[in-house]
Structure formats: structure tokens, C-alpha cells
């Protein structure tokens, strides 16, 4: 009596641990699916995020949306490494999942609203050119709303660079296209009027590129924070922004040989690039 009592203890707790292994078993399938499930809808959100970047031409908007991308990969390589048994994580990532979603409705609904006003400027623009062909006389108020029309199109926090210009200087500050015979490159540009960009105190910095990608720099240059990295700069310039138009006039003293080619000057400003013009040199 007693060993038949045994092997029915022993028996159920065979049948006990079995189904406990299966339900663990189960359990394990259930969170590598969902954490498989979880990985996909990030590699979506990700790729939502790439295709409205090639769609608007707003730079601003497209450095917003870099910046979210870059935030949704990164944890989506969290995810790929973290352990399907770790639900405590895996409900963490997908919360902020949820987030980074409601974030991307608010871009939706700012890309949409640039493209419809996008097209009003279009169709204002065609209006304009038929104006212009019918009358001169109303071309100077007809290109007048031509360009309050862009203004909204542009209008955002950051500053913006406009009429970059570059030119060559010799030793006495004449004008000249020979390399050779410069020592100054002058570089001039207008920080448009913004009401809605913060005013006081910027510095902006010129990263000036040669034709081989190669940053021209000085022994004291140093770097600046952009998009979550320092990078290198040519020459920096302190402002005082108000709010309206500002000229900007800055130097780089040719100390160095500069080679025939294609140049480029990108210009920065509150964390953000305001403005870029390639030049040639001879």
C-alpha cells in the first residue's frame, strides 16, 4: 500500500512538473513572438521615418526627423539584444514604441500642412507668372505675395542663412580670382528675419570644405556640438540676434595651400545648419 502511494505521489508530481515545463515552454514561444512582433513594428516606425525625409524639403523638419529616427533605431537595437524573457524591458520598449508613434502623428500632421501650403504656393506662383505677362505694372506687388506666401513655407524656430556669398581677397583687400595671389577668403551672408527664432547671444561656426571632403582648420580651431556629436569648425563668429535681418562677414586667412576646385561652406547656428554654398576656386 505504501509504494502504490509512493508511485502515485511520484506520478503526480511527474504530470505537475511536465505541465510546468510545457506552460514555461509555451510562455518562452509567446514573448520571442511578441518580442519578434515588437521588432518589426520599430523596423516600420523606422522606416516611416526615412520616407518622409525623402518627401518634404524643409531642411529644419528633416533634422527633426533624423533626430527621431535615429532615437527609434536605437532602441530597436536595444530591443534585438535584449532577452525574450525580459518583460519588464520588452513592456518598457513597447510603452515608448507607443510614444514614438504619437510623436510621428504630430510630423504627419506638420508634413501635411507644408505640403498643402506647398501647393498654394505652387498654384500662387503660376498666378504670378500670368500676372506678370498681362501687366509690368503689377509685378513688384504681385512678387510681394509671392514672397510672404514662402515666408510661411519656411517659417520655423531655427535661423537661416540667405545670400551666401564667397569671394577672394589679396594682401591689401582687392578682389581677385587667383588662388595664388589671395590671402583672405571672405565669406558674407544675411541671417534672415525671424520673429519666432530666440533672440540674444549665437555664435555661428563655418565648417569650410575642400574638394577632397577635407575641413580647413587652424592649431586653435576647436568644435561644437551637432546632432549628438562634436564636430570640427574653420572659423566662429559671435552674434546679437534680434529678430530682424543681420549681415555677417567673416574671414578665413589663407595660411595654407588651397588647390583648384569645388568648395563648400557650411554655416551653423544654435545647434543647427543654417546654410550651405558651394564655390569654385582657381
Same mark, same amino acid.
Given at each position: 500500500m505504501?509504494?502504490?502511494?509512493?508511485?502515485?505521489?511520484?506520478?503526480?508530481?511527474?504530470?505537475?512538473?511536465?505541465?510546468?515545463?510545457?506552460?514555461?515552454?509555451?510562455? =518562452?514561444?509567446?514573448?520571442?513572438?511578441?518580442?519578434?512582433?515588437l521588432?518589426?513594428?520599430?523596423?516600420?516606425?523606422?522606416?516611416?521615418y526615412?520616407?518622409?525625409?525623402?518627401?518634404?524639403?524643409?531642411d =529644419?523638419?528633416?533634422?527633426?526627423?533624423?533626430?527621431?529616427?535615429?532615437?527609434?533605431?536605437?532602441?530597436?537595437?536595444?530591443?534585438?539584444?535584449?532577452?525574450?524573457?525580459?518583460?519588464?524591458?520588452?513592456?518598457?520598449?513597447?510603452?515608448?514604441?507607443?510614444?514614438?508613434?504619437?510623436?510621428?502623428?504630430?510630423?504627419?500632421?506638420?508634413?501635411?500642412?507644408?505640403?498643402?501650403?506647398?501647393?498654394?504656393?505652387?498654384?500662387?506662383?503660376?498666378?504670378?507668372?500670368?500676372?506678370?505677362?498681362?501687366?509690368?505694372?503689377?509685378?513688384?506687388?504681385?512678387?510681394?505675395?509671392k514672397?510672404?506666401?514662402?515666408?510661411?513655407?519656411?517659417?520655423?524656430?531655427?535661423?537661416?542663412?540667405?545670400?551666401?556669398?564667397?569671394?577672394?581677397?589679396?594682401?591689401?583687400?582687392?578682389?581677385?580670382?587667383?588662388?595664388?595671389?589671395? =590671402?583672405?577668403?571672405?565669406?558674407?551672408?544675411?541671417? =534672415?528675419?525671424?520673429?519666432?527664432?530666440?533672440?540674444?547671444a549665437?555664435?555661428?561656426?563655418?565648417?569650410?570644405?575642400?574638394?577632397?571632403?577635407?575641413i580647413?582648420?587652424?592649431?586653435?580651431?576647436?568644435?561644437?556640438?551637432?546632432?549628438?556629436?562634436?564636430?570640427?569648425?574653420?572659423?566662429?563668429?559671435?552674434?546679437?540676434?534680434?529678430?530682424?535681418?543681420?549681415?555677417?562677414?567673416?574671414?578665413?586667412?589663407?595660411?595654407?595651400?588651397l588647390?583648384?576646385?569645388?568648395?563648400?561652406?557650411?554655416?551653423?547656428?544654435?545647434?543647427?545648419l543654417?546654410?550651405?554654398?558651394?564655390?569654385?576656386?582657381?
Open positions: 505504501g509504494i502504490i502511494l509512493l508511485l502515485l505521489i511520484v506520478g503526480v508530481g511527474g504530470y505537475y512538473i511536465m505541465q510546468q515545463n510545457k506552460q514555461i515552454e509555451e510562455m =518562452s514561444e509567446m514573448f520571442a513572438l511578441e518580442k519578434e512582433s521588432t518589426d513594428e520599430y523596423e516600420e516606425l523606422s522606416l516611416q526615412e520616407g518622409y525625409k525623402f518627401s518634404i524639403g524643409n =529644419s523638419l528633416i533634422a527633426l526627423l533624423t533626430t527621431e529616427q535615429a532615437k527609434v533605431q536605437r532602441l530597436q537595437e536595444e530591443l534585438r539584444t535584449v532577452k525574450s524573457t525580459n518583460v519588464r524591458r520588452i513592456n518598457e520598449l513597447k510603452k515608448e514604441l507607443e510614444t514614438l508613434r504619437k510623436i510621428m502623428r504630430n510630423y504627419v500632421i506638420q508634413i501635411d500642412s507644408l505640403n498643402a501650403e506647398n501647393e498654394q504656393l505652387k498654384t500662387a506662383n503660376k498666378q504670378v507668372t500670368q500676372k506678370y505677362q498681362q501687366a509690368a505694372s503689377t509685378a513688384a506687388r504681385l512678387s510681394k505675395e514672397d510672404q506666401l514662402t515666408e510661411r513655407v519656411q517659417m520655423a524656430s531655427r535661423l537661416d542663412a540667405v545670400n551666401i556669398q564667397t569671394s577672394l581677397l589679396t594682401s591689401k583687400g582687392k578682389a581677385t580670382k587667383a588662388i595664388k595671389k589671395a =590671402s583672405q577668403l571672405m565669406l558674407s551672408f544675411i541671417i =534672415s528675419k525671424n520673429i519666432t527664432a530666440p533672440v540674444g549665437h555664435t555661428v561656426y563655418v565648417r569650410l570644405m575642400k574638394p577632397d571632403d577635407d580647413l582648420t587652424k592649431p586653435n580651431s576647436g568644435t561644437f556640438p551637432f546632432e549628438n556629436r562634436n564636430i570640427a569648425y574653420s572659423m566662429k563668429r559671435d552674434i546679437e540676434y534680434e529678430g530682424e535681418e543681420l549681415a555677417v562677414v567673416m574671414y578665413w586667412n589663407i595660411e595654407e595651400y588647390s583648384p576646385g569645388t568648395y563648400r561652406a557650411d554655416i551653423f547656428a544654435a545647434g543647427n543654417i546654410g550651405r554654398k558651394s564655390f569654385a576656386l582657381e
